[in-house]
């Protein structure tokens, strides 16, 4: 048994600690917001925190997880409240079919809790998530937008 701390709550699960996190988190436990893209850690659909890190959960293992803090898009909103990266999204109406969202939404969560106001150069370097809808203009207001809040 592993033992994962997720958005606060403890899960003990059986698996084998190979197993990557991404598979923990959708198919053992059955949070769903946190999406398979690519499954080599390359286009951010599975991102989420790790000890405030931003981190693609399909190149994680479970093991490598216990002990960890983890949270995904269903543990970012406080209290059922959104955050501002949230809002911002929702007021910009960024996403188009919304799969890559929950990933792209936890990076920028990350990016602006180490820079609360991000340059567009530091946004470039951060935020490396594929939006195959293209809506990376949009994703660059809202997260200006939500420095900005």
């Not at 709550?9 to 197993?19: F, G, M, Q």
Request: aromatic fraction near 4%; charged fraction near 15%; charge should be neutral.
């Amino acid at each position: 048994m592993i033992n994962l701390t997720i958005n606060g709550k403890s899960h003990s699960v059986d698996v084998e600690p190979d197993t990557p996190l991404l598979w923990v988190i959708r198919d053992t436990i059955g949070m769903t917001g946190t999406k398979y893209g690519c499954g080599i850690a390359q286009c951010g659909a599975c991102t989420v925190h790790i000890d405030g890190q931003a981190v693609r959960s399909c190149g994680m293992l479970a093991g490598d997880a216990a002990g960890k803090k983890i949270t995904t898009i269903e543990g970012l909103a406080e209290n059922g409240v959104p955050t501002k990266v949230q809002q911002a999204w929702i007021a910009l109406d960024v996403p188009q079919c919304g799969y890559c969202q929950s990933g792209m939404i936890m990076a920028v969560s990350a990016l602006l809790k180490e820079k609360p106001k991000p340059t567009d150069a530091d946004i470039n370097e951060a935020i490396t998530n594929i939006c195959r809808c293209g809506t990376f203009q949009q994703v660059r207001a809202a997260i200006h937008a939500a420095a900005n809040a």
